[in-house]
Every structure is written in structure tokens, then in C-alpha cells.
């Protein structure tokens, strides 16, 4: 089964003004990403809040705003994409997910489409 993993952290945790914190989160990904091999499917960072554009649909009229659709402590900064047999294989890969502080991982069945 396919499952999504999707990292929340505090984006300030990296903006040390040096890169040597986003160089350091960017290994131990790397490091992940060898270490599930065949159980990753795809991953990626996302770039800043700051970058973010939310389409907001409201009693059928759409709304453009700057940022994340919500204000909050933790942002979504990345995500992977894996194959685990059950939901407890799937934990079990998001407990290796590297955090630079504090965060969350939250793991999600992907949905097959119907018929499949």
C-alpha cells in the first residue's frame, strides 16, 4: 500500500543565516532516503512559506491569499512517498524521518483510484 508521509516543521529552524542547518537536514534526507531504498517512491522539499499561494474556495467563489492556508507554529516543508505493507511498516519508516527540532510526520494512505 501507498503511503504518504508529510514533515511539519518550524522553517525558522533552518534560517541560521549560514545554510550550514539546511545543508545538515539535507545529509541525514539523503541519508533516509538510502536508508528505506526500495520503499521510497518519491520525496521532496518544498520551498519557504513565504513562496506559498493558497486558493480558497468559499460558498462557490474562489479567493486567492499569500502563504499557508493556515497560521501556525509548524509548516509543511517536504513529504515522501512510500510502499509499506500496513500501516505499522509505514509508522515504523516515518519514526526514521529526520527532524532539524521539533515536528511531525504524519503518515496517510494514498487512495487508489476506483477499479484498481
Not at 462557490?60 to 500496513?86: C, S, V
Request: hydrophobic share 45%; no cysteine.
Amino acid at each position: 500500500m501507498k503511503y504518504l508521509l508529510t514533515i511539519y516543521e518550524n522553517e525558522a529552524t533552518y534560517d541560521d543565516g549560514t545554510g550550514a542547518a539546511m545543508g545538515a537536514i539535507i545529509e541525514k534526507h539523503m541519508a533516509f532516503g538510502q536508508n528505506i531504498g526500495a520503499a521510497m517512491l518519491h520525496g521532496a522539499g518544498l520551498q519557504p512559506v513565504a513562496t506559498a499561494t493558497t486558493v480558497r474556495t468559499d460558498g462557490g467563489k474562489q479567493t486567492l491569499h499569500d502563504g499557508p492556508f493556515a497560521e501556525t507554529r509548524e509548516q509543511l516543508g517536504g513529504f515522501y512517498m512510500i510502499e509499506a505493507a500496513d500501516l505499522d511498516a509505514a509508522i515504523a519508516i516515518a519514526k526514521k524521518v529526520p527532524l532539524a527540532a521539533d515536528g511531525a510526520i504524519e503518515v496517510r494512505p494514498i487512495m487508489a483510484p476506483p477499479g484498481m
